[in-house]
């Protein structure tokens, strides 16, 4: 039996890793194959959208803002709580097209 003390390290489209243990050599080469990303192109076409889009000058990119909402007890009191509210003109987004 092959012994399984190698181990192979994903990277997420978000930057998390991930870590995979207790592998044969064969299953971490082939881990590591399988998540394998070749070097992006230098005309990547993430830079065209980012040039599209700017941020929302409403909700400054963060898609929204709390407001206070106050709400009046049985007793007369008041309860005073924050709503999240989407920005409309980016949908929540905080980046609006660029026309």
């Known amino acids: 039996m092959e012994p399984r003390d190698h181990f192979a390290e994903i990277t997420t489209p978000r930057g998390s890793r991930v870590f995979l243990q207790g592998l044969t050599e064969a299953q ?55 709503k999240w509210v989407n920005c409309r003109p980016c949908k929540g987004s905080g980046e609006v097209e660029d026309k």
Do not use: I, L, S
């Open 28 to 82: 971490a080469a082939a881990v590591a194959a399988q998540f394998a990303q070749p070097d992006a192109p230098e005309d990547a076409t993430v830079n065209d959208w980012a040039d599209k889009k700017k941020q929302c000058g409403r909700c400054q990119g963060a898609g929204g803002w709390h407001e206070n909402v106050e709400t009046k007890t049985a007793g007369g009191g008041t309860v005073v709580t924050k």
